[in-house]
């Protein structure tokens, strides 16, 4: 499964735009990218998930370089809630019952600040 | 809102003792995983199964561990006998399956072994 690379952590102002990084350079053509956030004390949350096309949903925007090599996660207004470690993971298309499983790395911890 | 449940949500026992630890995936999905989470090794995923038959159980120790899906509703991962390196949060998550796996967390087990 290819990797990624977060930086450990950011800060963003409330109210502002959040735009976390990610590297996977190493990603194949049947790898979806996949973010999940971890607030503390809970269980990681879905937020969304991209093949080569940008996505958006309620949460997030997903922004994805056109060589898939590297993608942005866009809360487009943070709250204080939003403060949480984000995970980008790449994970193979499930084929014949082979694959799914998700590979977290360390993350980027978000501080989201009054 | 359908929801992962797992039981018990915190667990102190000794040293030696069996710990069993049940998760009940969200009614319908086909797909259910275990992850364990420490601060040292962050989240690491134990086994996987899906519609009832294990597909990876890669990542757990086999001479301690066991997982097992008696029925769709409820998936039980056991440790025996326990040791304080096995101390950390137990995640369950499920997911309905197909090509992209979407996976949704349970709130997980605090397991501190003595």
């Known amino acids: 499964d290819a990797k990624t690379t977060q930086p450990p952590s950011m800060d963003c102002a409330e109210g502002r735009a959040a735009n976390l990084p990610c590297n996977h350079s190493?990603?194949?053509?049947?790898?979806?990218v996949y973010w999940y956030r971890q607030i503390h004390s809970q269980g990681p949350q879905y937020i969304i998930h991209g093949l080569k096309n940008n996505e958006t949903n309620e949460m997030a925007s997903l922004i994805i370089t056109e060589d898939r090599k590297s993608s942005t996660l866009i809360l487009p207004h943070a709250t204080l809630r939003d403060t949480a470690v984000y995970y980008c993971i790449v994970s193979p298309r499930v084929i014949y019952n082979q694959g799914g499983k998700l590979i977290f790395g360390q993350g980027t911890e978000l501080s989201v600040k009054p | 809102d359908a929801r992962v449940t797992q039981t018990p949500r915190h667990k102190v026992t000794e040293m030696g003792q069996e710990v069993t630890m049940r998760c009940q995936p969200i009614?319908?999905?086909?797909?259910v995983f275990w992850y364990r989470q420490t601060m040292m090794q962050g989240l690491e995923l134990l086994a996987y199964?899906?519609?009832?038959?294990?597909?990876?159980d890669s990542g757990m120790p086999k001479d301690r561990f066991s997982a097992e899906m008696p029925d769709a509703t409820l998936a039980t991962l056991k440790i025996q006998p326990s040791e304080p390196r096995d101390s950390a949060v137990y995640f369950c998550?499920?997911?309905?399956?197909?090509?992209?796996?979407?996976?949704?967390f349970g709130p997980g087990t605090r397991l501190l072994v003595l």
């Open positions: 998550a499920s997911g309905l399956g197909g090509t992209q796996e979407t996976q949704y």
């Open positions: 190493t990603i194949s053509g049947n790898e979806y």
């Open positions: 199964f899906r519609n009832r038959a294990p597909l990876d």
């Open positions: 009614l319908g999905h086909n797909t």
